[in-house]
């Protein structure tokens, strides 16, 4: 079956300007989860849904940042007024459900973020 | 709060020999562990999930064991080949939280 997928797979920008990163959770899966990893780094988690609503939004780095998954399935990550510094890989992952020790998120390939 | 540490950084081996990569972590109240690969400009590959009450996973020429008490997870990898040169990342799940990854190992197999 389909994976995650992400879209677009790569978005360059200018300072200043508004993005939309999307991202298409396995169908069924109820938590979704958005991390960014910078060069050289792991992923750092950003926010995760457990259906429509953000379960924890501790993540993301200030109110420039906003995601909604409004029917509970694709995922949109907002970047308002980019900085240089908001350049990473963003990446979407889905799991069956929140929690819980047989939990295992399944990654999609990413969307690669350049802010000139 | 939860700290993953990969140890090493980068490896760089010969063709056909085993290696081991290392995975520590703070907190030892963890559901579950994953390794991950990552090859350049690429997602995450998922390679192994340990449950906390196991001990170890195999899949293939990949073995990880899991020590939960002392916060120690390896991930061994059997007559390497050339294909297997990418980063590998360790990642732990506590519950109802997001995983916490290290920084990886960047592993490079020379042919």
């Known amino acids: 079956g389909a994976g995650v997928s992400q879209t677009p797979s790569n978005k360059v920008t200018e300072k200043g300007k508004y993005v939309e990163l999307r991202c298409d959770p396995i169908?069924?899966?109820?938590?979704l989860y958005w991390y960014r990893q910078s060069l050289g780094q792991g992923p750092e988690f950003l926010i995760y849904?457990?259906?429509?609503?953000?379960?924890?939004d501790s993540g993301l780095p200030n109110d420039r940042f906003f995601a909604v998954r409004p029917e509970g399935s694709v995922s949109t990550l907002k970047i308002q007024r980019t900085e240089r510094g908001d350049s990473a890989v963003y990446l979407c992952?889905?799991?069956?459900?929140?929690?819980?020790?047989?939990?295992?998120?399944?990654f999609g390939p990413g969307t690669r973020l350049t802010v000139l | 709060k939860q700290e993953v540490t990969q140890i090493p950084a980068a490896l760089s081996v010969p063709e056909g020999e085993n290696l081991v990569l290392n995975c520590s972590f703070t907190?030892?109240?963890?559901?579950?562990l994953q390794w991950f690969r990552q090859d350049p400009g690429k997602g995450l590959t998922s390679l192994l999930l340990i449950q906390s009450s196991q001990r170890e996973q195999t899949s293939g020429r990949l073995n990880a064991s899991l020590d939960k008490s002392s916060g120690r997870s390896t991930l061994y990898i059997a007559a390497s080949q050339p294909g297997d040169s990418a980063t590998y990342l360790c990642?732990?799940?506590?519950?109802?939280?997001?995983?916490?990854f290290g920084k990886g190992t960047r592993l490079s197999v020379i042919a």
């Open positions: 990642a732990v799940n506590s519950g109802n939280t997001p995983l916490v």
């Open positions: 992952a889905s799991s069956p459900s929140l929690g819980g020790p047989h939990n295992e998120q399944f």
């Open positions: 849904f457990q259906g429509t609503g953000a379960a924890d």
């Open positions: 907190d030892s109240a963890i559901y579950n």
């Open positions: 169908s069924g899966h109820t938590a």
